[in-house]
């Protein structure tokens, strides 16, 4: 079911798995215009890698949340 | 084959699963950003399955208590969980350190679970250091009540009736004195159908009905007996009198209220035949998809693929599969058909595309030969007869106190 969660998920698009690196680029990328042009924040180290180690883990927690919520309404309940 | 046990709890994990793909795939972008910075590569980076392990297991716990959350409510969830989510993202330190805030905010993101297993991530990975104690214990302990909590909250459906497993008995398959209780009304699936259905209960329910929300048995004890090895055994009824009531217990895709089902040796279901056919999927790959479902291997499927697709009929199985419920069905049955040794399923015809739908009285003939017993479910009175099958309704339904009737049929 995984799997076909998986084929399905990128079927339909044209980048096929670039989608799922592009997300968090994306993420990091407006982060990071923000956290050093608009407010410049210390990390102690170049911002972009700092945002995108937070964004990966946090996409994993945020996707399989939304997927699930979304799963249990999409598969059939009998009983 | 083995019929695949199917427990709800891993559609959740499925979920993370497909989700990790992603995690895996951006992690190589992460390695090519720690290149073009020059961030060395710290030996602490072999704590990493160990967040890792942390992490996902705070996140199974969160998205089954999620799942449970979001199956007991409306829909309507979905888009207040959009939010919850993003304000919960700002609320961790996923854009900005721990340390610049302070004071009472800063008190509030230790309880934050998500905030110490991505600053692990962070120490690991980035800065060679091993997560703080108090990171890792606090973070092994909300995993576990998380964990544990939402899975006693999934679990804690009321478990009524109980399945027996399938033995060796010499006659037919029975029901005995089987109960099922449902509640009347519609499901609300979102706060948008309940205003209007909310207006309508307050008129008066059209003449003779049960007002939504009250509990009715649509099967009550009943003995449903088939006789010894029958041929094949007919259901009839006017709507609503349980014929699918009695299918779907004896198939076991619904547990009675009260009372049990036994049935001696296999049951292939042919009720609601387009269920878990995906329609984004091409009508090969649904085949394999179902195939693998109903526990075939891909190479038994492989290997009768060209059966399956000639008995489906249609020969346009390599297209989209969403307008042709024709054709899963006929495939369906096949597939049925190949794997069930002597007992043949229920076919429910409604469930398989209404009576408009020609082909389930020819897709169900052939698994009557070969003295294989049959269990036919037709809306139609005339076909059963026509297959040679005496229907000798019992207990004759009467208006809406209707009951199943049930016939045996001469063999």
């Not at chain 2, 969830?77 to 304000?87: A, C, D, G, N, T």
């Not at chain 2, 108090?134 to 909300?142: E, N, Y």
Request: aromatic share 8%; proline share 7%.
């Amino acid at each position: 079911m995984a799997r076909r969660d998986l084929l399905l998920r990128y079927k339909q698009t044209l980048m096929g798995f670039g989608w799922s690196i592009l997300m968090p680029v994306t993420n990091m990328i407006v982060f990071s215009i923000i956290f050093t042009r608009v407010v410049p924040l210390h990390t102690g180290m170049p911002y972009p890698i700092f945002a995108y180690t937070g964004l990966l883990p946090w996409n994993l927690f945020a996707s399989s949340l939304r997927f699930s919520v979304a799963s249990a309404h999409r598969q059939p309940r009998r009983s | 084959m083995t019929k695949v046990y199917f427990p709800r709890e891993i559609f959740p994990f499925a979920v993370i699963l497909v989700s990790f793909v992603d995690f895996a795939v951006g992690s190589v972008v992460l390695a090519g950003l720690m290149l073009w910075y020059h961030i060395p590569v710290h030996w602490t980076l072999l704590f990493l399955p160990v967040v890792i392990v942390v992490h996902v297991v705070f996140t199974a716990g969160v998205a089954l208590r999620c799942s449970r959350w979001a199956t007991s409510f409306y829909r309507d969830v979905k888009y207040l969980f959009e939010i919850v989510i993003m304000l919960w993202m700002f609320g961790t330190s996923v854009v900005y350190p721990v340390s610049r805030v302070g004071g009472s905010s800063a008190r509030c993101s230790v309880l934050n679970p998500m905030t110490p297993i991505i600053d692990a991530y962070r120490s690991v990975v980035l800065h060679g250091e091993l997560p703080g104690p108090r990171v890792r214990l606090g973070g092994r302990v909300l995993v576990r009540v998380a964990l544990i909590a939402s899975w006693l909250a999934f679990h804690q459906r009321p478990s009524s009736g109980s399945r027996s497993a399938s033995d060796g008995g010499a006659d037919g398959s029975r029901s005995r004195g089987i109960w099922k209780k449902f509640r009347r009304g519609e499901r609300h699936d979102s706060l948008r159908d309940l205003i209007p259905s909310d207006g309508a209960r307050d008129l008066p329910p059209p003449s003779g009905g049960r007002s939504p929300g009250e509990e009715f048995w649509a099967l009550r004890g009943r003995v449903v007996r088939g006789r010894p090895r029958p041929d094949a055994l007919g259901i009839i009824g006017p709507n609503g009198a349980g014929k699918s009531t009695v299918l779907k217990l004896l198939c076991r895709l619904m547990r009675p209220t009260r009372g049990q089902t036994r049935v001696d040796g296999r049951i292939g279901a042919l009720i609601e035949v387009g269920g878990s056919f995906h329609p984004d999927l091409t009508g090969r790959e649904n085949v394999f998809l179902k195939g693998s479902i109903m526990g075939m291997k891909q190479a038994d499927i492989a290997r009768r693929f060209d059966e399956i697709v000639e008995f489906a009929g249609p020969r346009r199985v390599h297209r989209h599969a969403g307008q042709a419920l024709l054709e899963r069905h006929g495939r369906a049955a096949r597939l049925l058909d190949r794997r069930t040794p002597r007992r043949r399923g229920a076919a429910d015809r409604r469930g398989a595309g209404g009576g408009r739908c020609g082909v389930p009285a020819q897709g169900v003939r052939p698994h009557g030969r070969n003295g294989r017993a049959r269990r036919a479910h037709d809306h139609r009175l005339a076909p059963a007869r026509a297959r040679g099958v005496a229907v000798q309704p019992r207990d004759p339904p009467q208006g809406r106190e209707a009951r199943c009737a049930v016939a045996t049929a001469a063999a």
